[in-house]
């Protein structure tokens, strides 16, 4: 079974506080996304990872940066936490074989909330 | 926005009852991914058409593709209590890993 952790469910943070979210994932996999869920805008990518120490930004990546030094980790980091950075955030990570036949397997999300 | 749109945004059905779901993009649609979430949890993948393909079923869900309308929909049959969750749709950018997800469907079955 291909799992996808995450390192908190729920957090709770102070605006200007330095945020970490460690993902990890068990099977291998070259590709790695880092999504934010907001109601009524679905999935917006933040960052995105297809190799060791490789990242490309997504379509919101300001506030945020991300750390991959280990094929099995994706750590998304926001810098200076702000309360627009409420939210739903979820890990997940795809085979790089196969291209874009493959499905996403996802973690099971951290709310944070920035107070 | 990229986002793919999907309408409803909302769907209420009594159990036993059709689900149909529509996602629209304004991009090209390549491989068009089906995903679910139940409340709080992450997504769960349920069905992949590929873009040559125009529908595809699996169990009680049947997905249609127009590449030309680049559009999709997902239909649940005789729906269940348990289907209560939403529904996302997602497709690749262009020669890329980076997946445009839509804006979701959430479906209440009443038992």
């Known amino acids: 079974d291909v799992k996808v952790t995450q390192s908190s469910r729920y957090l709770v943070k102070r605006t200007g506080e330095k945020v970490f979210l460690e993902c990890v994932q068990d099977?291998?996999?070259?590709?790695m996304f880092w999504y934010r869920q907001d109601p009524g805008l679905g999935l917006r990518l933040i960052y995105f990872?297809?190799?060791?120490?490789?990242?490309e930004k997504g379509d919101i990546p300001e506030g945020y940066s991300v750390s991959r030094e280990k094929k099995e980790r994706f750590s998304l980091i926001l810098e200076s936490a702000s309360t627009n950075q409420t939210s739903m955030y979820l890990c997940?990570?795809?085979?790089?074989?196969?291209?874009?036949?493959?499905?996403?397997?996802f973690g099971p999300g951290t709310r944070l909330t920035v107070l | 926005s990229q986002q793919g749109e999907e309408d409803p945004q909302a769907l209420s059905i009594q159990e036993g009852e059709n689900a149909t779901m529509n996602c629209s993009y304004k991009?090209?649609?390549?491989?068009l991914q089906w995903y679910r979430q139940n409340s709080g949890r992450g997504l769960v993948h349920l069905i992949l058409?590929?873009?040559?393909?125009r529908e595809k079923h699996s169990g009680r869900l049947r997905v249609t593709l127009d590449t030309s309308k680049k559009s999709s929909s997902l239909l649940i049959t005789a729906s269940r209590a348990a289907d209560t969750a939403s529904y996302f749709c997602?497709?690749?950018?262009?020669?890329?890993?980076?997946?445009?997800f839509g804006t979701g469907t959430r479906l209440k079955v009443l038992a």
């Open positions: 997940a990570s795809s085979p790089g074989q196969g291209g874009t036949y493959n499905e996403q397997f």
């Open positions: 099977m291998d996999h070259e590709n």
């Open positions: 990872s297809y190799d060791v120490k490789m990242k």
């Open positions: 991009t090209s649609i390549n491989n």
């Open positions: 058409i590929r873009s040559n393909e």
């Open positions: 997602a497709t690749p950018y262009s020669g890329t890993y980076k997946y445009i």
